[in-house]
């Protein structure tokens, strides 16, 4: 065996041959009027291409998910771009849909989501960094929102008595506005930044004169975990009008606070929808790019799966599926926070019907689930990760087999992948997939996408081929007419194995002022760690036992889901003492290094 040392991700990806992105469009059958170019590399998609499809019957459609992950990642968006270019190597037409990856984790431990090896979609700078600017268009719109609240705020404070009336149907100012009255500790509408800035957690604005601002504490969050970014996911539409029409409606409906008599103040109140609509209308078309081998793969949306729904948009699955046999796409983390919003959320909301789950595991996350020594991000895998374990593997199996019986419960046939690494033994291979399909899984297949590009795919990609053709029974998790505990309690059972849940007081009175609201009937977005079936990164392998903790309760009404906040879940990540963006740089020829 050579001695060579594996190119770096970078590496890869700069040395490929990028086809001009109107070839890609031209070969999955799009119209040169509906591309959007950004380049020669990248372009948007117009949405009207879904009405000009419209009679086209739907691809499959495969969703990626994984095991519960060590805090170095399984390799789920590989094996997504793997998969995809393993289909396309078997002779089947095939897009690949993905998240657009937010700067934070780029510059922080995990780097980019761009895939790895010999399954990326490129060019890998663009997508990991700026793409067409999607991210930074949601962080202008939302804190343009910001603004407004505060200064609306600030003035109805500083010119009390008849220039402000008291908020009526009837008993407006002249010009029109309504006193809203809001309640400064009712804000659920913080401040967003594109990048893991731990010191934004909580911080006091309006410091200063009368006319600087309303004085209170705020919050900043990461701009992925900002609500338009997960309507920007879910919006739907049958042409580009349509889409814009449910976005303007969705955003007019986010609620920001709630007045002292407990009316909720919207951004309709605040007369900025149009505005943040305005900022959004470009981001609503999907971005095209390309594989390693050619493929096309759509980027758009990119809502983390701990703390938001984790899945990449609606509107670019739509226009996938009408051009390709199968779509390939990709539901954050592990199917327990991932995969179940990808059905109960993003499906619901759709009307889309996933053909294929395919789980994907590695050795050495199994073996971190039996007991093995802690992983660390940065540090060099102990021993026994890198070594034959058959003892310690057996042990961790438990979390696959509850992996795959979660998927099971929404009725779709479940393809096992094992992303195998070097230090990989054929005993442990061989034993991770008979316990698979001793778990009720389709098939389990060893995959080598990473080292080998598709051609490493292809029995992965002719076991979800057979796996399509296998009766479909899907169906959702719960009614969202249940009550919002109800709907909570039934999620942490049935899919985390807990035995009970535990609500602070203010989760309680959240909850009790949402369904009072009016948003009782919205489906059920967990905020929860990843490492972890439970709340707790800490448990391994398949808990029991255990209460979920509800710290707070969240209504994201325009993206229209309630967002439960377990243990000490954060939606504003930290940096590391030594953080990825150390490795980046330019070289004396301006290409871009240590990219990951």
């Known amino acids: 065996m050579s001695s060579k040392p594996f190119p770096s991700d970078i590496d890869i990806a700069q040395a490929a041959d990028i086809k001009p992105i109107s070839s890609v469009a031209e070969g999955m059958g799009l119209l040169e009027e509906e591309l959007i170019p950004y380049g020669t590399q990248k372009a948007k998609v117009h949405l009207d291409v879904i009405s000009r499809l419209r009679d086209r019957e739907n691809g499959k459609y495969v969703v990626v998910t994984a095991i519960t992950p060590t805090p170095l990642g399984e390799g789920k968006t590989t094996t997504a771009v793997g998969l995809t270019q393993g289909l396309g190597q078997i002779g089947e037409s095939s897009i690949v849909c993905l998240r657009q990856p937010s700067m934070g984790p780029t510059f922080s431990i995990k780097g980019g989501a761009a895939g790895g090896g010999y399954s990326q979609v490129i060019p890998m700078e663009d997508f990991n960094l700026h793409l067409t600017g999607d991210i930074h268009a949601i962080t202008a719109a939302h804190n343009l929102c910001a603004a407004a609240l505060d200064t609306r705020m600030m003035h109805e404070r500083n010119y009390p008595g008849d220039r402000w009336k008291q908020r009526t149907q009837s008993d407006e100012r002249p010009d029109g506005l309504p006193r809203l009255d809001i309640d400064p500790h009712s804000i659920t509408w913080n401040r967003v930044v594109d990048a893991n800035d731990r010191s934004l957690r909580d911080i006091t604005i309006g410091q200063g004169r009368k006319a600087d601002g309303f004085l209170r504490e705020a919050s900043y969050d990461i701009t992925v975990a900002s609500e338009i970014m997960a309507i920007l996911a879910l919006v739907t539409g049958q042409s580009y009008a349509d889409a814009l029409k449910d976005m303007r409606a969705r955003i007019g409906r986010i609620v920001v606070a709630y007045s002292h008599t407990g009316e909720p103040v919207t951004t309709e109140d605040l007369g900025v929808a149009g505005a943040m609509t305005v900022l959004m209308k470009e981001a609503i078309n999907p971005t095209l790019m390309q594989t390693l081998e050619g493929q096309p793969a759509f980027v ?155 051609e490493g795919a292809e029995d992965l990609a002719r076991a979800v081929v057979k796996a399509g053709q296998q009766p479909n029974e899907f169906r959702l998790l719960y ?86 906040l377990v243990g000490n879940m954060m939606t504003m990540p930290g940096l590391p003492a030594i953080p990825a963006f150390m490795r980046i740089d330019i070289d004396e020829d301006g290409k871009t290094v240590g990219l990951s």
């Open 300 to 454: 758009h949306a990119g809502p983390f799966a701990n703390i938001a729904t984790g899945t990449n948009s609606v509107v670019a699955d739509q226009v996938a599926l009408k051009l390709a046999d199968y779509v390939v796409t990709e539901a954050g983390f592990g199917s327990d926070i991932g995969m179940e919003k990808f059905f109960d959320i993003k499906c619901r909301a759709s009307g889309l019907t996933p053909d294929v789950v395919v789980l994907v595991s590695t050795i050495r996350a199994l073996k971190m689930h039996g007991g093995g020594s802690k992983v660390v991000a940065g540090w060099d895998l102990p021993r026994e990760y890198v070594e034959e374990n058959l003892g310690l593997l057996e042990a961790g199996l438990s979390n696959l087999k509850a992996h795959i019986g979660i998927a099971r419960k929404f009725g779709v046939p479940v393809v096992c992948a094992v992303n195998v690494f070097p230090t990989d033994t054929q005993a442990e291979i061989d034993m991770v997939r008979n316990a698979a399909i001793e778990a009720g899984a389709a098939d389990a297949v060893a995959s080598y996408h990473v080292v080998r590009g598709g």
């Open 479 to 564: 009614d969202v007419e249940l009550s919002i505990k109800e709907k909570i309690e039934l999620i942490a059972r049935e899919v985390y194995g807990a035995d009970g849940v535990s609500y602070e007081a203010k989760a309680n009175q959240q909850i009790q002022a949402y369904e009072d609201g009016g948003f009782g009937n919205l489906p059920i977005c967990m905020a929860k760690t990843h490492l972890s079936l439970s709340h707790d990164p800490t448990l391994k392998g398949a808990p029991k036992g255990f209460t979920l903790p509800i710290r707070e309760v969240r209504a994201s009404a325009g993206a229209g889901f309630i967002y439960p």
